[in-house]
């Protein structure tokens, strides 16, 4: 029997770098890794491809698959739907591949409460001066909009003790390799190997 | 503050490869992790140094410590003593440095029931041809003794339920990249990093 996948969420506030941080991580397509992608309703936009962007489905299918329970969560935004579907994500960790699903806190949770062995990483700015500087260089923005957008920073990382995981983006490389060996070291938890190599360990204990 | 440091528990059936992974992971003396070294009675051997090799204490110091309450474990053999000392475990842990304690699954035992968070480690072989193979190339034993070991070896083996990693040491430098990412993911789980990382958590939350 092959070991089931794990399945990750990353939670982080913007500006923390998550996105960068599962691009890189993903980024020579390893077999065993995946981002969860969600199901939308919303057209497909030019350079986007079913199953790799979103699951595209039409409002009806869309519709069905809330009244199966296919969703951890789904909402509504300007008329499209947009949902994360717990199917879809058992079947990929059924395949041994490991599930990163990218959502705020309130997902987390709400992940976590349907898949308890599900594995937060919470991924943090090193100072709220390097916050405040990420917040402000993307853009030419008021002092008012920052700290908007400062206060809901505040207001996710406000949540970091409802993760496993703590990881600190002061060094792009050294937050990457720490994510690596979380990836790597939960692969070697005894129920994943036990999965992995109940036959060697009958064979290993066999009179 | 500085994070404290955590205590891994390493076992496994003589054959596995245990002591060569933990010598090739202390191999360029890492500031921030070290072996247990026990406390024994015995004489100091040519080559031995005091504090590496063992803490050289005389009988009375060990009996004095033992009154103490300041081993996990202790025995006597042959007229000497030997024991593992709590306390300086927890002094090593205190300054922020990773100790590896190299017992069998009765001390595991013993030092998770005073350790809660200690972090077990069991590394297996990949085969019991290949046990085998390892037991037998140690000599040219007899076959009884040979079924012997391996039947020791089997014992050990049935706690490997009892720790949170289980290692396979099929290909040796795959274990010790999968040792070493456990130790490294280890020190980003949450109460480590809230340890290392207070003050940076206060100042991001700060109004």
Redo the contacts between chains.
């Keep these: 029997m092959a070991r089931r996948g794990n399945l990750f969420i990353l939670s982080a506030p913007s500006g923390a770098g998550k996105s960068s941080l599962i691009s890189a991580l993903l980024n020579d397509k390893p077999a065993d890794m995946q981002v969860s992608v969600s199901h939308t309703t919303r057209a497909m936009r030019p350079g986007e491809e079913n199953g790799v962007h979103y699951h595209f489905v039409d409002v009806d299918e869309f519709k069905a698959l809330i009244e199966q329970g296919a969703f951890f969560e789904w909402a509504e935004v300007f008329g499209n739907y947009y949902g994360t579907s717990r199917i879809t994500i058992e079947q990929t960790l059924d395949r041994g591949i490991d599930v990163f699903l990218d959502i705020d806190w309130q997902g987390a949770r709400q992940v976590k409460a349907q898949i308890p062995d599900a594995i937060g990483v919470f991924i943090?700015?090193?100072?709220?001066a390097e916050?405040e500087r990420r917040l402000r260089s993307r853009g030419q923005d008021s002092d008012e909009i920052i700290a908007g957008r400062m206060a809901e920073a505040?207001s996710e990382?406000?949540h970091?003790?409802e993760?496993?995981?703590?990881?600190?983006n002061a060094d792009f490389d050294t937050a990457l390799?720490?994510l690596?060996?979380?990836v790597?070291?939960?692969r070697?938890?005894?129920a994943r190997?036990?999965e992995a190599?109940g036959g060697?360990?009958d064979?290993?204990?066999?009179d």
Tied chains: 1, 2.
């Design positions: 943090l700015p090193p100072s709220r916050l505040q990382i406000s970091y003790g993760f496993d995981y703590l990881l600190v390799s720490e690596r060996a979380i790597c070291a939960e070697t938890r005894l190997q036990v190599h060697m360990l064979d290993l204990l066999a």
